[in-house]
C-alpha cells in the first residue's frame, strides 16, 4: 500500500524557517517525481514545486510565488522528500501536501499525504 | 503561468443527477488535464488524468472529455459520496496549475 506521511509542520514567525518531511513506503520511490502542493485555509489548491527521480537528474522546479526561498530535496536512500522554506511569509501559511507523480507520462498526481499545515505568524 | 478557470464555482444537485463541472485553459495543454475530488478535512484523490483516462478504482460514473483548452468532467448518476469539491489541474507546462475548485452540494 502506496503511503505518504508529512512531518515538520507547525507556527513560525515571519521570516523564519521550516523544514518538512515525506516518508514514503509502498512503492519504489526513486522511479518517481515527487511533489509538493499546499492548500491556505478555506481556498483552493497550488502547485508548490516538483523533484523528477535519478534517471532525470533530481532536477527540481517551483511555483514562481516560492521560487529562490523554498527547496525540495530528497534522499531515495530513505524513501524521504523534503521541502525547506525560509523567509516565510504569512501568505505561506497552508497545509503542505506531499504528492506522488503517477509515472504515467502525464505527470498526475495520484497519490498524497494527510498533509501538515504551516502557520506563519507573529 | 498557464490559467485554469472551472464553471460553475458552486453547484447544487440531488441524487441521480447528472452533473458536468467545465474547466476552460488560458492556452493549448493538449490532454494534460486531470480532474481530483476532495472531501473536507481530507487529501485530493485523482480521478481523471490525461483528460479522459479514468484512475484504477474510480467508479465509472466519473468520466471526462476534452482537449486543447476545453475539458469536462461529468458525473452520470450522483452519488451521496459525490457531495465534494473538484479541481481540476494541468500538466502541460511548469506551473502546474489548478482550476479554483467546484463545490458539488446537496439540494
Known amino acids: 500500500e502506496v503511503q505518504l506521511v508529512e512531518s515538520g509542520g507547525g507556527l513560525v514567525q515571519p521570516g523564519g524557517s521550516l523544514r518538512l518531511s515525506c516518508a514514503a513506503s509502498g512503492f519504489t520511490f526513486s522511479d518517481h517525481y515527487m511533489d509538493w502542493v499546499r492548500q491556505a485555509p478555506g481556498k483552493g489548491l497550488e502547485w508548490v514545486g516538483r523533484?523528477?527521480?535519478?534517471?532525470?537528474?533530481?532536477?527540481?522546479e517551483y511555483a514562481a510565488s516560492v521560487k529562490g526561498r523554498f527547496t525540495i530535496s530528497r534522499d531515495d536512500s530513505k524513501n524521504s522528500l523534503y521541502l525547506q522554506m525560509n523567509s516565510l511569509k504569512t501568505e505561506d501559511t497552508a497545509v503542505y501536501y506531499c504528492?506522488?507523480?503517477?509515472?504515467?507520462?502525464?505527470?498526475?498526481?495520484?497519490?498524497w499525504g494527510q498533509g501538515t499545515l504551516v502557520t506563519v505568524s507573529s | 503561468d498557464i490559467q485554469m478557470t472551472q464553471s460553475p464555482s458552486s453547484l447544487s444537485a440531488s441524487v441521480g443527477d447528472r452533473v458536468t463541472i467545465t474547466c476552460r485553459a488560458s492556452q493549448s495543454i493538449s490532454s494534460y488535464l486531470n480532474w481530483y475530488q476532495q472531501k473536507p478535512g481530507k487529501a485530493p484523490k485523482l480521478l481523471i488524468y490525461?483528460?479522459?483516462s479514468l484512475q484504477s478504482g474510480v467508479p465509472s460514473r466519473f468520466s471526462g472529455s476534452g482537449s486543447g483548452t476545453d475539458f469536462t468532467l461529468t458525473i452520470s448518476s450522483l452519488q451521496p459520496e459525490d457531495f465534494a469539491t473538484y479541481y481540476c489541474?494541468?500538466?502541460?507546462?511548469?506551473?502546474?496549475?489548478f482550476g479554483q475548485g467546484t463545490k458539488l452540494e446537496i439540494k
Open positions: 489541474q494541468q500538466s502541460y507546462r511548469t506551473g502546474y496549475t
Open positions: 523533484t523528477r527521480n535519478k534517471a532525470n537528474s533530481y532536477t527540481t
Open positions: 504528492a506522488r507523480d503517477g509515472g504515467s507520462g502525464w505527470y498526475e498526481v495520484d497519490y
Open positions: 490525461a483528460a479522459s
